[in-house]
């Protein structure tokens, strides 16, 4: 079983809607992170967050660590959000072990 | 913008040749990783390092090695390259926060 599981696999939306991305682990973690890769492009982050949640622009990053379930929510949807969202989890303290990562979300938001 | 660049971006290669590809970063950061990224698996973790001459294993680390022998640079070697290596391999950086982590632009790699 993975570490890090990830659901939807693929999520095709409306221009506008509002997005839910849904992460859990199983293991322990000092940190969770949210990615961000666009089609043939490079990885960008764009959450990392140890409780509570974050908010950047129109993304909203939450996280329940007694229930080890973090979600990435997107509002008032757009085309250029269309992705693929990498969840990932820190299991050391100060990730030094690197990250271990679900297997993403395919997001299309479709004009 | 974290300074992280990898090269070459595009490689191909045939089986059995070695191939090198570097990872280089203007951060002075102490750790750095290689991930390699392939469909219906996501990314993994090669090799990491955490400091000059201080590397150890990842979860799929058969058929790799890496050297660091500066701070600015992480190599990863495939000593004889497979198929089953074709991939996209992301090199990261961990930021002044530990837990954060910066990555680089990618290699394409396809063997041949």
């Known amino acids: 079983k993975n570490e890090v599981e990830q659901s939807p696999q693929n999520l095709t939306a409306q221009e506008g809607e509002f997005i839910t991305i849904n992460c859990s682990y199983s293991v322990g973690i000092s940190a969770l992170h949210w990615l961000q890769q666009h089609p043939g492009g490079g990885i960008v982050s764009l959450f990392m967050l140890s409780s509570g949640k974050k908010k950047h622009g129109r993304l909203i990053a939450t996280i329940n660590i007694q229930e080890k379930h973090s979600s990435l929510h997107i509002t008032a949807s757009h085309p250029r959000d269309s992705a693929v969202y990498i969840c990932?989890?820190?299991?050391?303290?100060?990730?030094?072990?690197?990250?271990?990562f679900g297997k993403g979300t395919h997001l299309i938001i479709q004009p | 913008d974290a300074g992280i660049t990898q090269s070459p971006r595009h490689k191909v290669t045939e089986t059995g040749t070695p191939v090198t590809l570097r990872c280089h970063q203007t951060?002075?950061?102490?750790?750095m990783y290689w991930y390699r990224q392939d469909p219906g698996h996501g990314l993994r973790l090669i090799h990491y390092?955490?400091?000059?001459?201080?590397?150890d294993k990842g979860e799929v680390s058969d058929g790799y090695s890496v050297s660091r022998s500066k701070t600015e640079d992480f190599l990863l070697t495939l000593e004889s390259a497979t198929s089953s290596q074709t991939s996209v391999y992301f090199c990261a950086i961990s930021g002044k926060n530990r837990d954060e982590q910066y990555f680089g632009p990618g290699t394409r790699l396809t063997v041949t």
């Open positions: 390092s955490y400091g000059v001459k201080d590397t």
């Open positions: 951060e002075n950061h102490r750790y």
């Open positions: 990932a989890v820190s299991k050391v303290e100060g990730g030094a072990d690197g990250l271990t």
